[in-house]
């Protein structure tokens, strides 16, 4: 169990949902995380909500009885994938309606970055379920971070969550739309608040854990710290580790620092730093939300098909630059003045605690309407 309770009385959510994995998702795939952080706090905020899972159980994948199809890619992975066969998804769809379930919940990921949301094949499967009315439809779609899709392609589902929020007309005037956030890294350990650390002990002002190739705007960062943060302030205390090709491997042989380690730096950190990535939300925010460290973001690097990423943050207590040049005067100010931040850390977990529950909270309301 990786997730603390979130205090509070329980909703008016109540009953069945039924969980089925469709097209390239597994539970411990990256793809997963998004769903899998309001799977895990809709399950402690409404324990009353009762879980079902096709395929079932969610380790074994094992599709409504019947295998699914296991496909090795390039690169050696394993896709499994829940068959495209409209009399298999509708008994697939009876049998939760048949348990009470009160809603499908259709988790749909990619393999590839930029890849189409939904095949034709994948599309009429979920027609087939509405047309014969077998259950209510919600669609989760993950891994979107060029923002490619559009809610024309799936009108099937009487509501949709897609992640990594962009501002596009389409997405901010349907009706069915909603934003599900990234959260943390499905192989990031459970922080609790006591584990937090005061501020005024932690080791480093800020920590940089990044991989340079994803953005052009993480080299500079890096040059900014080397010529001309550290001559200003040499004694000043940080993390830094970077690696020079992506993997997803999060280990040591991967030249990564372990998830458990990054967990103790974001701990020890008064503040991590966020260049942009591929997206700019990333898992490092979140995780350091979790952890107490303010996250810094710096308004440039931010060119996506994704417009304005941060929309639901804007109201959080990080640190927002314009440039990564300002890095070395806010560094400046935190020497002069380290008790103005340190109380910014109690503020950045009350706040978080706050944006699931708004963010979910909506989530809950048009899974119930």
């Known amino acids: 169990d990786r997730v603390a309770k979130v205090k509070g009385p329980p909703g008016s959510l109540s009953g069945r949902l039924q969980i089925w994995f469709f097209g390239q998702m597994q539970p411990h795939h990256t793809n997963w995380a998004p769903v899998a952080n309001f799977l895990r706090w809709l399950e402690h905020r409404h324990p009353q909500v009762q879980l079902m899972w096709c395929p079932n159980p969610p380790r074994e994948l094992a599709t409504c009885g019947r295998p699914p199809k296991t496909e090795k890619a390039q690169d050696g992975t394993l896709y499994t994938f829940c068959p495209n066969d409209k009399l298999l998804a509708a008994k697939c769809a009876e049998a939760g309606v048949q348990a009470g379930a009160r809603m499908l919940l259709v988790i749909k990921g990619r393999a590839k970055r930029g890849a189409p949301p939904a095949g034709q094949a994948e599309l009429g499967v979920l027609k087939h379920i509405r047309q014969h009315n077998y259950t209510r439809l919600a669609i989760f779609l993950t891994t979107d971070e060029l923002c490619t899709f559009h809610s024309s392609k799936v009108d099937a589902a009487e509501v949709i969550f897609t992640q990594y929020y962009h501002h596009r007309l389409e997405h901010v005037n349907s009706s069915k739309i909603y934003y599900l956030p990234t959260g943390i ?7 609790t608040l006591a584990e937090h650390i ?7 002002v800020f920590n940089l854990v990044c ?3 994803t953005n052009k705007v993480r080299q500079k960062l890096k040059n900014i710290i080397e010529t001309k943060l550290k001559p200003q302030l040499p004694a000043l205390p940080v993390f830094e580790h970077y690696v020079y090709a992506w993997s997803g491997n999060y280990d040591n042989k991967s030249g990564y620092v ?10 020890d950190s008064v503040f991590t730093l966020m260049p942009s990535g591929h997206n700019p939300e990333c898992y490092r925010m979140y995780e350091s939300l979790e952890a107490g460290s303010i996250p810094v973001v710096a308004m440039e690097g931010l060119e996506t ?3 304005h990423p941060f929309t639901h ?13 300002q890095l070395p005067t806010l560094m400046q100010n935190y020497t002069r003045d380290p008790g103005k931040y340190w109380a910014q850390t109690a503020a950045v977990t009350a706040w978080y605690a706050r944006f699931k529950e708004r963010i979910y909270g909506t989530i809950v309301q048009r899974l119930v309407m």
Not at 185 to 191: A, D, E, R, T, V
Not at 198 to 204: G, H, L, M, Q, V
């Open 185 to 191: 890294s499905y192989k990031f350990p459970l922080i």
């Open 198 to 204: 005061p501020a005024s002990a932690r080791k480093y």
């Open 211 to 213: 991989s340079i190739v």
């Open 258 to 267: 372990s998830q458990q380690r990054f967990k103790e730096v974001l701990l």
């Open 305 to 307: 098909h994704c417009a």
């Open 313 to 325: 943050f804007m109201d959080a207590p990080m640190v927002w630059l314009d440039t990564w040049d």
